[in-house]
């Protein structure tokens, strides 16, 4: 596994900020912006500059920072994994993205056409652009390599697409994540829909305000039994089950009722043959918008009913990271197997009226054989993945 | 592991291809750098109201699907998954100048929403009232490919039985004028006839929408049986021809077997290269088909491919419009198609008759 988010450069870091409650979240920073006063965010320390420095790119590089911040994570899961040879087995990359190099296009959009040296950030526009340059730096080449644009589900499907990979024999071993930074183009685009919280972001709360957007990439490395097996490889964790469906209710709400995630999530069980009894800790979407947190909630009370077990929303540290969340709480999930911690819902204060589930809201051991997480997102799209101990 | 269909088409292009009983029989020529997509009446499959709100890339995908669900004879599908390079660039641009220009106040959001890459599959969704398994690819000229892929995978472990898949893009006025300022597209106009000689950098830019209904039971009006298909992000041009005779072996295809070669050829001499090596190497016996100077390019032209294999396998006919040698195929069975984009994301695919 590999990380960059607004509580940590590496997983390490992100763990012990998870579990020492330390949130990420601040003004911003890096973008010059009219709203600064108005939200808050997640982002991520290291500047561009920084970026380009860690990664060791040339000064002629047009690297959007999508693309470097994916080049690290990826970087760091691939190192994580033991992998030297990275051509001695069938090796595919899919990541997700949202954002993709809109960044630079937002900042040079008119500068293109007097400039000539900004013009090499138009061919690094396109989403697929910053995959591309993550296969390049994993030294991924001549294979299946592509990107996943689901909205704030994205990285959960290439989870789940490169899980169908392995399965399907196409490939013996995936890194598979997203990667998105903050823009003035998010910001603004989440402004006008009014979902930005002017303060800390509180997951499931009565009074919750809306989101805050953040930057992240996650990318986590899938391999086949075959090649666990011939490596003699430790697994961290086994994708237990998936599931992918669409609430086709509203461009960008969700049903009251949360169709979409309810099938999402009894699809995921079916997969992974569980119950909803088997389910040890759920790591909700929970972006803290009033529409959201009340129609996930509605769906996992009609899918767990009597059965919940404790739940929470990492948002609260992170922020939404929008196409990277589905990797980031991927990642998160795993920590929580291997540790045996649930993590607390930061922020939350006032039971929500609509129904009577509350949030975990203190860190809590408990021995987890299953996590299942959401990710939903934009175009009613709704995923649902489960990690397990054992296969 | 089961077989894989295509039961229907949908195409919207540069060409009139939205009437399915049709097939290339008039021409629209052109002399230009950039050609757009002839719209077919969108009123008489989309309320107007709704018509009014939409990017022509939701409008475009939306008709292509209907048209393909209509000739399956199919209400719904248990799956949709679209690909597209660039999703509604017209409201990505919208909303990136009006940020600019009025310096991030009085925003409204449709253009935003519209911008998001999975608005076409979202809506189409909408539309339907398909609950469903629903993914977007983004991978440039492999964005359509992965959709082919995913769909199949599916279809083979019949985890369903129907998926829409589809590849839409469409052209944005000031993506058009920043990849001039490149050579992305030609300088000069191009007349249809003359893309592959221009000896020009750069293509003929356009838009359009293909979808399809893939099923695991072959029909009597199915098309073509999907083989298979494959991706790559880099793929040098040295390593073309082993890579295609692996990806044939794969499939137990020999050379001979190709009675067709469906090359995405645009012109661009930087990198139409790629496909010369194959047309004038390993396939220089073999008919070979082009088509990129009838629907121009975009990251889901690769689609178009798709659908003139289909119709060619269904109607047994190969128009001349599209025929880039002499030799004519003895019969019209295998279908083999290649396609790369600047010389990254290449992909095979091959189908067969059913």
């Given at each position: 596994?590999?990380?960059?988010?607004a509580?940590?450069?590496?997983?390490?870091?992100?763990?012990?900020a998870?579990i020492?409650?330390?949130?990420?979240?601040?003004?911003?920073a890096?973008?010059?912006?009219?709203?600064?006063?108005?939200i808050?965010v997640g982002?991520i320390?290291?500047?561009?500059?920084?970026?380009?420095?860690?990664?060791?790119?040339?000064?002629?590089?047009?690297?959007?920072?999508?693309?470097m911040?994916?080049?690290i994570?990826?970087?760091?899961?691939?190192?994580d994994?033991?992998?030297?040879?990275i051509?001695?087995?069938?090796?595919?990359?899919?990541s997700?993205?949202?954002?993709?190099?809109m960044?630079?296009?937002?900042r040079?959009?008119y500068?293109?056409?007097?400039?000539?040296?900004?013009?090499?950030?138009?061919?690094?526009h396109?989403?697929?652009?910053s995959?591309?340059?993550?296969?390049?730096?994993?030294?991924?080449?001549q294979?299946?390599?592509?990107?996943?644009?689901t909205?704030?589900?994205?990285?959960?499907?290439?989870?789940?697409?490169?899980a169908?990979?392995?399965?399907?024999?196409k490939?013996?071993?995936?890194?598979?994540?997203?990667?998105?930074?903050?823009?003035?183009?998010?910001?603004?685009?989440?402004k006008?829909?009014?979902?930005?919280?002017d303060?800390?972001?509180?997951?499931?709360?009565?009074?919750?305000?809306?989101?805050?957007?953040?930057?992240a990439?996650?990318?986590?490395?899938?391999?086949?039994?075959?090649?666990?097996?011939a490596?003699n490889k430790?697994?961290?964790?086994y994708?237990?089950g998936?599931?992918?469906?669409?609430?086709?209710?509203?461009?960008?709400?969700?049903s009251?009722?949360?169709?979409?995630?309810?099938?999402?999530?009894?699809k995921?069980l079916?997969?992974?043959?569980?119950?909803?009894?088997?389910i040890?800790?759920?790591?909700?979407?929970?972006?803290?918008?009033g529409n959201?947190?009340?129609?996930?909630?509605?769906?996992i009370?009609?899918?767990?009913g009597?059965?919940?077990?404790?739940?929470?929303?990492?948002?609260?540290?992170?922020?939404?990271?929008?196409?990277?969340a589905g990797?980031i709480e991927?990642?998160?999930?795993?920590?929580?197997?291997?540790?045996n911690?649930?993590?607390p819902?930061?922020?939350?204060?006032t039971?929500?009226?609509?129904?009577?589930?509350?949030p975990?809201?203190?860190?809590?051991?408990?021995?987890?054989?299953?996590?299942?997480?959401n990710?939903?997102?934009f175009?009613?799209?709704?995923?649902?993945?489960i990690?397990?101990?054992?296969? | 592991?089961k077989?894989?269909?295509i039961q229907?088409v949908?195409?919207?292009?540069?060409?009139?291809?939205?009437?399915?009983?049709e097939?290339?029989?008039e021409i629209s020529?052109?002399n230009?750098?950039?050609?757009?997509?002839i719209?077919?009446?969108?009123k008489?499959?989309?309320p107007?109201a709704?018509?009014?709100r939409?990017?022509?890339?939701?409008?475009?995908?939306v008709?292509?699907?209907?048209?393909?669900?209509?000739?399956?004879a199919l209400?719904?599908?248990?799956?949709i998954i679209?690909?597209?390079g660039?999703?509604?660039?017209v409201?990505?641009?919208?909303f990136?100048?009006?940020?600019?220009?009025?310096?991030?106040?009085?925003?409204?959001?449709?253009?935003?929403?519209?911008?998001?890459?999975n608005?076409?599959g979202?809506?189409?969704?909408?539309?339907l009232?398909?609950k469903?398994?629903?993914?977007?690819?983004?991978h440039?000229?492999?964005?359509?490919?992965?959709?082919?892929l995913?769909?199949?995978?599916q279809?083979?472990?019949?985890?369903?039985?129907?998926?829409?898949?589809?590849?839409?893009?469409?052209l944005?006025v000031?993506?058009?004028k920043?990849?001039?300022?490149?050579n992305?597209?030609?300088?000069?106009a191009?007349s249809?006839?003359?893309?592959?000689?221009?000896?020009?950098?750069?293509?003929?830019?356009?838009?359009?929408?293909?979808f399809?209904v893939?099923?695991n039971?072959?029909?009597?009006?199915?098309?073509?049986?999907?083989?298979a298909?494959?991706i790559f992000?880099?793929?040098?041009?040295?390593?073309?021809?082993?890579?295609v005779?692996q990806?044939?072996?794969?499939?137990?295809v020999?050379i001979?077997?190709?009675d067709?070669?469906?090359?995405g050829?645009?012109?661009?001499?930087?990198f139409?290269h790629?496909?010369?090596?194959?047309s004038?190497g390993?396939?220089s016996?073999i008919?070979?088909?082009?088509?990129?100077?009838?629907c121009g390019?975009?990251?889901t032209?690769s689609?178009?491919?798709?659908?003139?294999?289909?119709?060619i396998i269904?109607?047994?006919r190969?128009?001349?419009?599209?025929e880039?040698?002499?030799?004519?195929a003895?019969?019209i069975?295998?279908?083999?198609?290649?396609?790369?984009?600047?010389g990254?994301?290449?992909?095979f695919?091959?189908?067969r008759?059913?």
């Amino acid at each position: 596994m590999g990380i960059i988010s607004a509580i940590g450069n590496n997983v390490a870091e992100n763990y012990s900020a998870l579990i020492e409650g330390k949130k990420g979240i601040s003004r911003v920073a890096k973008i010059d912006t009219v709203h600064r006063d108005a939200i808050m965010v997640g982002e991520i320390a290291a500047s561009n500059q920084e970026l380009i420095d860690e990664l060791g790119l040339a000064p002629e590089n047009n690297y959007c920072r999508t693309a470097m911040l994916g080049a690290i994570a990826a970087k760091q899961a691939v190192a994580d994994a033991n992998i030297s040879a990275i051509k001695k087995y069938k090796t595919g990359l899919i990541s997700a993205t949202s954002v993709g190099g809109m960044d630079m296009t937002e900042r040079f959009y008119y500068d293109y056409l007097e400039d000539k040296n900004l013009q090499k950030y138009i061919e690094g526009h396109h989403a697929g652009d910053s995959t591309q340059k993550i296969a390049e730096q994993l030294g991924i080449e001549q294979s299946l390599v592509t990107t996943i644009s689901t909205a704030c589900s994205s990285a959960a499907n290439a989870i789940m697409f490169g899980a169908r990979l392995i399965k399907s024999g196409k490939l013996d071993r995936v890194i598979v994540g997203g990667a998105d930074c903050l823009s003035k183009f998010t910001i603004n685009g989440f402004k006008t829909l009014m979902i930005l919280s002017d303060t800390y972001n509180t997951p499931f709360d009565e009074n919750r305000k809306g989101l805050n957007l953040g930057e992240a990439a996650a990318f986590l490395v899938l391999e086949s039994n075959a090649v666990v097996k011939a490596e003699n490889k430790k697994v961290l964790a086994y994708v237990k089950g998936y599931g992918n469906a669409n609430d086709a209710f509203h461009q960008t709400a969700s049903s009251e009722n949360g169709d979409g995630a309810t099938l999402a999530m009894e699809k995921a069980l079916k997969v992974g043959g569980l119950l909803p009894k088997d389910i040890d800790y759920i790591n909700a979407h929970g972006t803290a918008t009033g529409n959201n947190d009340l129609s996930e909630g509605r769906a996992i009370l009609r899918v767990f009913g009597e059965n919940l077990p404790e739940f929470s929303s990492t948002k609260a540290y992170t922020g939404h990271t929008l196409a990277a969340a589905g990797a980031i709480e991927a990642v998160y999930a795993i920590l929580a197997l291997q540790n045996n911690i649930i993590y607390p819902n930061l922020n939350f204060k006032t039971q929500m009226k609509e129904f009577e589930i509350t949030p975990q809201t203190e860190l809590k051991e408990k021995e987890l054989e299953t996590v299942l997480s959401n990710s939903l997102g934009f175009g009613g799209n709704c995923s649902t993945l489960i990690f397990s101990k054992r296969a | 592991m089961k077989k894989v269909y295509i039961q229907s088409v949908g195409s919207i292009s540069a060409q009139k291809t939205f009437d399915n009983s049709e097939f290339l029989d008039e021409i629209s020529t052109y002399n230009d750098t950039v050609i757009s997509a002839i719209d077919p009446v969108y009123k008489d499959y989309i309320p107007p109201a709704a018509a009014r709100r939409m990017a022509k890339g939701i409008k475009m995908g939306v008709v292509a699907s209907k048209l393909a669900l209509e000739e399956a004879a199919l209400e719904n599908v248990d799956a949709i998954i679209t690909g597209t390079g660039l999703g509604c660039v017209v409201d990505s641009e919208k909303f990136v100048s009006a940020i600019i220009d009025n310096k991030e106040e009085f925003l409204t959001p449709t253009s935003f929403i519209q911008s998001t890459h999975n608005t076409v599959g979202g809506q189409i969704a909408l539309g339907l009232g398909c609950k469903g398994y629903n993914f977007t690819y983004v991978h440039a000229s492999n964005s359509f490919e992965s959709s082919v892929l995913d769909a199949k995978m599916q279809l083979e472990l019949d985890e369903v039985s129907n998926i829409l898949i589809g590849g839409v893009d469409e052209l944005g006025v000031h993506t058009v004028k920043i990849h001039r300022l490149i050579n992305h597209i030609k300088s000069t106009a191009v007349s249809l006839d003359n893309v592959l000689y221009s000896n020009t950098k750069g293509t003929v830019f356009s838009e359009g929408a293909n979808f399809f209904v893939l099923g695991n039971t072959k029909k009597d009006n199915s098309y073509a049986e999907l083989v298979a298909v494959d991706i790559f992000n880099t793929l040098a041009e040295g390593n073309l021809a082993e890579a295609v005779q692996q990806f044939l072996k794969d499939n137990n295809v020999s050379i001979e077997d190709i009675d067709v070669l469906v090359q995405g050829n645009n012109g661009d001499i930087e990198f139409d290269h790629y496909y010369n090596s194959l047309s004038t190497g390993l396939f220089s016996e073999i008919q070979q088909v082009y088509y990129k100077h009838l629907c121009g390019e975009f990251y889901t032209a690769s689609s178009f491919g798709v659908w003139l294999a289909s119709k060619i396998i269904k109607t047994q006919r190969v128009p001349s419009i599209v025929e880039l040698n002499d030799v004519k195929a003895s019969k019209i069975e295998t279908v083999l198609l290649y396609n790369q984009y600047r010389g990254e994301n290449h992909s095979f695919t091959l189908l067969r008759k059913c």
